[in-house]
């Protein structure tokens, strides 16, 4: 009994071993079916002289959802990520040039920021802010003051009710000459 144990083990591990072998001819079958394959679709994507990609045609975001993102990014001092949102913002928002004037301005990349509020007010010359900004910059860079006082006078005209803080901008490029 012990012996024919002992055999039906050998036997076994025999018939194991040629299971095996079939399988292993198998899985090498299916390994060389799948490297065809995958050489058959990259000749396909080499000849055709493009890499096939993916396109959005909508955007999910409103402009406003991506200047509120654009906010998000700026608070969190990741100051390219705003610029990309306050980018895609800026094709229907013209609010979203002030808003890139501004991270300029953080930059101290000042001559694009000077673009950018000359922008935003170009686009909405109703903008306040834009011109108290650009007023500030150019006190900040002591150049134009006179142009920075009259920009200045400008905002506070457009809004009244935020007097208070162009007139602030006002007093400063007085102080500065």
């Known amino acids: 009994m012990g012996k024919n144990k002992i ?3 050998t036997h076994k591990t025999r018939m194991n071993s040629r299971e095996q072998r079939a399988k292993s001819k198998e899985q090498t079958g299916k390994r060389v079916k799948l490297y065809a394959l995958c050489s058959l679709l990259l000749a396909f994507c ?3 002289c493009s890499i096939p990609k993916i396109i959005v045609l909508d955007d999910s975001l409103s402009p406003e959802e991506h200047l509120n993102l654009g906010v998000a990014y700026e608070k969190k001092g990741e100051l390219d990520n705003a610029l990309k949102e306050y980018q895609e913002a800026s094709k229907k928002l013209p609010l979203a040039y002030l808003y890139m004037g501004n991270v300029y301005l953080q930059k101290n990349e000042y ?3 000077e673009t950018y509020y ?3 007010i170009k686009k909405d010359p109703a903008n ?3 011109y108290n ?3 500030w910059l150019y006190f900040i860079k002591r150049e134009n003051l006179d142009e920075a006082e009259r920009l200045a006078l400008k905002a506070i005209e457009l809004n009244p009710s935020k007097k ?3 007139i602030d901008t006002l007093e400063k490029i007085k102080g500065s000459r």
């Open 46 to 48: 080499l000849c055709s």
């Open 118 to 120: 000359k922008k935003a």
């Open 164 to 166: 208070t803080i162009y």
């Open 133 to 135: 900004n650009l007023a």
């Open 128 to 130: 306040a802010d834009a």
């Open 7 to 9: 055999l039906d083990i």
């Open 111 to 113: 001559d694009k920021a």
